[in-house]
């Protein structure tokens, strides 16, 4: 069985009225990859990116930011 891993994180800023530039700001991720994982072009997610990322938006639990589909 395939399982397909996607982000949550444009909902997450839109929803939060964040910008991409601000969460940079926050999390210390250059912009560049934020809009890279929020535009979904990105194939490999650094670990700790995605932890600064939580971190700076404060999110409870990892599965606040990922998604898995079959």
Do not use: C, P, W
């Not at 982000?7 to 991409?20: A, C, E, S």
């Not at 990322?53 to 599965?63: G, P």
């Amino acid at each position: 069985m395939k399982y397909e891993v996607q982000l949550k994180l444009k909902q997450i800023l839109d929803k939060r009225n964040i910008t991409q530039l601000q969460l940079s700001e926050l999390s210390g991720v250059r912009q560049s990859t934020i809009s890279d994982i929020v535009r979904g072009s990105r194939t490999v997610i650094n670990f700790e990116h995605l932890s600064k990322i939580s971190k700076a938006l404060e999110l409870k639990s990892i599965d606040e930011i990922i998604d898995f589909k079959k």
